[in-house]
């Protein structure tokens, strides 16, 4: 059996091993020439394929939890959802949790994922107190803040070893609402006020219309909240609509994406609305859908998320959305979202600014665009989210990283760099 | 709460269907050889979902400890879910007896021995219910597959009496059958990935079915399909066939 993308391309053979125990660890690194581990299959591009995949989901024990402090301490396979299930009906929350719950906590770290609260929580690093990883010697480390192990590890790609464990913080909730403000906005001017304006909301995420043409560009549903206060916290997973099988590519056409667009953009009549909205509806609405990938059809898609700085966001984004716009290749969704202050560690992707995430599908044409793309990204001093990437080039990808050296260097001293690597490691030489 | 009984606790569907009933709030007896290795999980389902978890030692090929095995359970459990199999390659199990034998036993000898014990205090006490988990294997014997296909035979007729007979006591009985799993069993086998279910899933379904006192549950549905097809070849033309 092999293993795919969240994308579904590119579509390559592995083998898998799967993680249960340190020892067949242990000796899987020591009998294998080079491999990547694998979460739950969530990251979009080919940060986490290669030939030989390391399946860390099985396992996924949870291990202690610390009632008063809210700590929680689990193996790496554990999903995020699992510990939604287990904690929000006693009044836990995760303090960072992105637009999905069917990640891996090693994903997590790996990718050092962030969420609508990013402008004032930061990324889940923030969260996790300390972990155990098993590097390439097949040693296993203790690790905390402040290490450099944990600068690299966390957005490290799953590069600086086997994470194994995790003690991460949750935080307190009284509720399983949120108390939701939809506003809707005219344009990219207006977008950016409300986003300012509603800076001092935990949570803000903007749905943008990416098919919006000349002076609507950046029209947008800005959708802020906070948790409600009303002591419901009755929480169950939803029961989610599968995709069973993959659309056939004529389905996502420039008609089917206005039409969604459209649907969205009808949900705020007259500017802003008031929701109260439970944790599935607000933070992961296409979870409720399961295998949405496959509505890319066979050929698989692809997310093209960048960053950039705040002083430069306004222009950037108006020349970005200006082409995609014009290309006419339809992004079936678009998020923007404010960001907080950068943190230390090497390879995390976000900055003080905005970012767009965008998704295509596999066509041809589109990687010569996203090049384009890159080029105006680079132009204002951004960078992309390798998470997401399955095509960026070593030059981009160098610019927009400052601290990249050390995140080399330190791989090399450790001998990673042979030993563990994605697709997408090999491509930008990390 | 109730507690619910599960044999075989140490494979990886039974560790799910485990982690389902304890998110539904049932407390668990963990029963298998050398159950103190299962220590992990009760913390793990302990931490998860605080209900009580209970390991017990319990041997499904030591037919003659079941009774006191049953008996000296702290508390009458409501529900008892078979998940225990044996399956080894054919090619080694046609060449060697003991294997042939450890097949029968573990999935049909044993799985009978116990369930017979619970059967008969069910039916006493007019309530509870039974969960044993056959497979597709057993609706039709292929060259591949077919000493472990026969005993889960004999375990799906056995299942499908044994809901006849307590119909009238009012306790169910589920017989499932999943087609391909994504287990330690399965692993070195190269699985189509359309037909083949995640342990989660199956436990899911289990639990779903079970509740809702249904009688025969196929995981993925579409196993319910393939086997149609199957059983339905002419035996003249499936002895020449290699599926």
Redesign the interface.
Known sequence: MSLLSWGMFPNIQNKIFALRDDKSLSSYIKETDEFIPYGNGRSYGDSALNDNLLYAKPYNNFLSFDEDKGILEAQVGVLLSEILEAFVSRGWFLKVTPGTKLITLGGAIASDVHGKNHHVEGCFSECVEEFTIMGVDGDIKSCKKGDELFLATCGGMGLTGVILRAKISLKKINSKNINQTTIKTKNLKETFEAFEAHKEKPYSVAWIDCLAKDEDIGKCLLMVGDFADDGNLEYKSKKKLTIPFNFPSFALNTLSVKAFNYLYYAKAKDGISKQKVDIDTFFYPLDAIGDWNKIYGRGGFTQYQFILPKEQSYEGLKEILTKISASGKGSFLAVLKLYGKENKNYLSFPLEGYSLALDFKIESGLFELLDTLDEVVLKYGGRIYLTKDVRVSKETFEKGYPQIEKFRAFRKEHKMDKKLNSLQSKRVQI | MSYVLIIGAKS?IAKEVARVYA?NGYNLYLASRESESLA??K??IE???GVEVKLVEFDITAFDTHEEFYTSLSERPLGVIVVAGFMCEQKVAQKDWSKTLQTINVNYTGALSILNIVANDFEKERRGFIVGVSSVAGDRGRKANYIYGSAKAGFSAYLSGLRNRLYESGVSVLSVKPGFV?T?MT?SL??P?NL?AQPQEVAEDIFNAQQRGRNILYTKTIWMFIMLVIKHIPESIFKKMSI
Do not use: G
């Open positions: 990886d998110k992990d999980l913390q793990d931490i998860r979902s994504n330690k692993e190269d699985l990935q083949t």
